[in-house]
T-cell receptor, first 110, second 115 residues
């Protein structure tokens, strides 16, 4: 089992729709979770982080964490073509490392 | 505040050579982590430095090494380059010491091509 798993996609959604990106992790002791966005040819940029179970909202983005199910997700409301990118889930591991998933490619079409 | 800077941005080397990459963290950040990103493996952790000490290390061969200076700037070195070392090398800085409540901010990366 991979440490942090994401569906590679592409996930295609129409403009204005909600994009739902999912991530599962295998370390039950993980405490911190991050979502990064990476445009093609660019470096990852932080979208948001979440530490507690439940939802955390920041503008059009909502992160959802369920530690019991070892599941974290990112919802993007009112998706725009500019949201088209690869979204990386990162989990702080018990070995003091940030472990990344391989990312989900999101395509938002007009 | 200036972001993380990395030099050079692009590098072409041949097999067997060695290379040194440089990273300057965000002002005030003391932790620097290095990652290798390839299409097949994604982002993989190389090592992390804090206060000039390597605090953590990933599963890479000894050809990959690094160091951190007193001003928090960091360098990584790859010796005896192999074709498989072709990748985007990313540096990330964080405020304290790379612990779970820290947020890592990435530099633009150095694209290394090994011929």
């Amino acid at each position: 089992q991979k440490e942090v798993e994401q569906n590679s996609g592409p996930l295609s959604v129409p403009e204005g729709a909600i994009a739902s990106l999912n991530c599962t992790y295998s370390d039950r002791g993980s405490q911190s979770f991050f979502w990064y966005r990476q445009y093609s040819g660019k470096s990852p940029e932080l979208i948001m982080f979440i530490y507690s179970n439940g939802d955390k909202e920041d503008g059009r983005f909502t992160a959802q964490l369920n530690k019991a199910s070892q599941y974290v997700s990112l919802l993007i409301r009112d998706s725009q073509p500019s949201d088209s990118a690869t979204y990386l889930c990162a989990v702080w591991w018990n070995t003091d490392k940030l472990i990344f998933g391989t990312g989900t490619r999101l395509q938002v079409f007009p | 505040k200036a972001g993380v800077t990395q030099t050079p941005r692009y590098l072409i080397k041949t097999r067997g050579q060695q290379v040194t990459l440089s990273c300057s963290p965000i002002s005030g950040h003391r932790s620097v982590s290095w990652y290798q990103q390839t299409p097949g493996q994604g982002l993989q952790f190389l090592f992390e430095y804090f206060s000039e000490t390597q605090r953590n290390k990933g599963n890479f061969p000894g050809r990959f090494s690094g160091r951190q200076f007193s001003n928090s700037r960091s360098e990584m070195n790859v010796s005896t380059l192999e074709l498989g070392d072709s990748a985007l090398y990313l540096c990330a800085s964080s405020l304290v010491n790379g612990r779970s409540t820290d947020t890592q901010y990435f530099g633009p990366g150095t694209r290394l091509t090994v011929l």
